[in-house]
């Protein structure tokens, strides 16, 4: 549990619904997961953001217990139901696994029967929600990727879970399909569940999610809120005849700097909104710095997110 | 978690799957089929001469009137495990071939809850396949104008006999299943070794090594030796003394459940440990 300074006059109190603490998992010597360690805030939609072989799935496997972790070790619900904590928990990993021999309804029976969550009523429930009632009764052989793919959201929405676990939840979707999820992702996330989601699409992430971390070959780069994690920024180009001693004016009033290795031009950092440009042109000028190059550019969230993820 | 619940969920899984109830009234066809094959063999010879039929009833006995028919049907069915075996290991390659081994997990049973369900549906099974060879010896004991039923009851031992030997060689199809993971190259090697090196073994063993009855300890013969022959057959087949082998019923009792223990202590260790891919 955390305490944050909710507003001025309040203490809030955010409970974590998971904490990893240094999970790491090899195959043979591939390093999956190196000591990963976060926090999941109660009520928040937290995304695993990474490009496809970084290790998401593995980390997910582990929670869910499918997966065998070499080091460290992970608490859901801050250890309250033991072992049967995936009871609790909605779940889709991977591909849907299901009979498919069975109707999706049939499948949904054993769901219930494993979980403990849902019921009769409830298997119509998210059969309705998940666009499959009228196909209820067919095979789950007969399905189409994209039923399959619902039909394994329904089942992770069987008895309304406090939390769900969802693998690149989108995937085999269509257009409609991938914005009826993500809208009823955003419902149950204001309805207070706690949704944690893998995926490899920032726009995703950035559209449906409060909090990301981003894996890359198994290392976790950063974690956070979004709005922090894959910031906008403004980035500010300059340039000057003496470029040592325009970073050095700089840096005497706290602004960090990087230098472009293809242009040479000094670039600086800002919240989106908040670049001054004409603060850092008098300032220039006050030391003598006569500019030769001054541009604003706004840092896409993609650029923001290759950066984290390129070598 | 209750058994009722691990059962009835095994239950959901296959009350609709269509090839699993074929092969089980494949089964269930079998058994009696056999068991009546032997009876009608054995009354056609009888019938075919007076002569015969007189030195058949010296010789041995009535194997088909009450009690003698516990044993003997008890004893014939359990050449039948390779029947039901294949029944076993659909139960459990089909959760890998369809991934919902993992999925069970997933939605909340633990490693030990999914293989207690499958524990759980062999004892059932084993436990049909029982009912049904009782109600066949009913039926034919019943049937035969000879037999008497006042000794209804003496030899029942025999069937609890038969549903150990049928759990101890479907745990070990299960093993070979759970292992291997792909239902055809499991059945073929549960009927591989079900018929060959342990017989090999024995036959080197008694024939020509010379070694001692050590192989009497070897699974399948373990299990087998918990149900030696009716008294008539060892009498025709062989010249071992027959009070020892019924003397040895209980050691090989112990050794067959101490392999069956062993072999599903096995199967947990292995998943607890194992990754669900």
Request: charge should be neutral; hydrophobic fraction near 45%.
């Amino acid at each position: 549990m955390q305490w944050f300074r909710g507003n001025s006059i309040t203490l809030v109190a955010v409970f974590s619904v998971l904490q990893i603490n240094n999970i790491q998992k090899s195959y043979g010597s591939v390093r999956a997961l190196n000591d990963v360690s976060l926090e999941v805030p109660e009520g928040s939609v937290y995304g695993i953001l990474g490009p496809n072989g970084s290790g998401k799935t593995t980390l997910l496997g582990i929670l869910m217990s499918v997966l065998r972790p070499q080091k460290g070790n992970f608490k859901w619900f801050d250890g309250q139901f033991g072992d049967s904590y995936r009871k609790k928990i909605g779940c889709m990993l991977e591909t849907p696994n299901f009979y498919q021999y069975l109707s999706g309804e049939e499948n949904l029976r054993i769901t219930v029967s494993i979980s403990g969550r849902g019921d009769e009523t409830d298997i119509t429930r998210v059969l309705k929600l998940v666009g499959l009632y009228e196909r209820r009764k067919h095979r789950f052989s007969t399905y189409s990727l994209g039923m399959k793919q619902r039909l394994a959201i329904g089942a992770a929405l069987l008895g309304n879970p406090g939390v769900l676990v969802l693998d690149e939840p989108t995937n085999g979707l269509d257009p409609v399909g991938i914005a009826e999820i993500r809208e009823l992702i955003r419902a149950l996330s204001q309805a207070g569940h706690s949704i944690i989601i893998a995926s490899h699409l920032l726009d995703e992430v950035e559209k449906i999610c409060t909090h990301v971390a981003i894996l890359k070959r198994g290392n976790l780069l950063a974690d956070g809120p979004v709005s922090e994690v894959l910031m906008d920024e403004d980035v500010v180009e300059m340039d000057a005849a003496n470029r040592q001693l325009l970073t050095a004016v700089l840096s005497d009033r706290g602004i960090t700097t990087d230098t472009n290795k293809e242009s040479g031009l000094v670039n600086t950092y800002f919240p989106k909104g908040l670049a001054n440009l004409e603060y850092l042109n008098r300032t220039c000028m006050e030391s003598g710095i006569i500019l030769t190059h001054l541009s604003l550019r706004r840092k896409k969230l993609e650029t923001r997110f290759l950066e984290l993820t390129n070598d | 978690m209750k058994i009722t619940n691990l059962l009835y969920t095994e239950w959901l899984k296959l009350r609709r799957y269509w090839a699993f109830w074929l092969v089980l009234a494949l089964v269930l066809i079998a058994y009696p089929g056999i068991a009546y094959l032997f009876y009608t063999g054995y009354e056609d010879v009888r019938e075919s001469n007076q002569q015969v039929d007189a030195v058949l009833k010296l010789a041995i006995g009535s194997p088909f009137d009450f009690p003698e028919i516990w044993h003997t049907l008890a004893y014939i069915s359990s050449f039948l495990v390779f029947i039901p075996s294949v029944l076993v290991i659909m139960l459990i390659t089909n959760e890998y071939q369809y991934r919902t081994q993992r999925q069970n997990i997933l939605d909340g049973w633990s490693r030990d809850q999914f293989l207690w369900s499958k524990l759980l549906g062999i004892a059932a099974l084993t436990l049909l396949l029982t009912s049904v060879i009782i109600l066949v010896t009913l039926v034919i004991g019943w049937a035969n104008p000879d037999s008497a039923t006042a000794g209804l009851h003496v030899n029942l031992q025999y069937m609890g006999l038969f549903a150990l030997i049928t759990f101890n060689q479907l745990s070990i199809a299960f093993l070979i299943g759970f292992l291997l993971k792909r239902a055809l190259l499991a059945l073929g090697l549960f009927l591989f070794y079900y018929l060959i090196p342990e017989n090999v073994l024995i036959q080197l063993s008694s024939w020509r090594w010379k070694t001692g009855n050590w192989y009497h300890y070897l699974p399948m013969e373990a299990s087998d030796r918990m149900l030696p022959p009716p008294p008539y057959l060892a009498k025709i087949s062989d010249s071992t003394d027959y009070q020892s082998l019924v003397d040895a019923i209980p050691k090989h009792i112990l050794v067959s459940a101490a392999y069956t223990c062993l072999l599903w202590l096995f199967c947990f260790w292995w998943l607890r440990r194992k990754d669900l891919t």
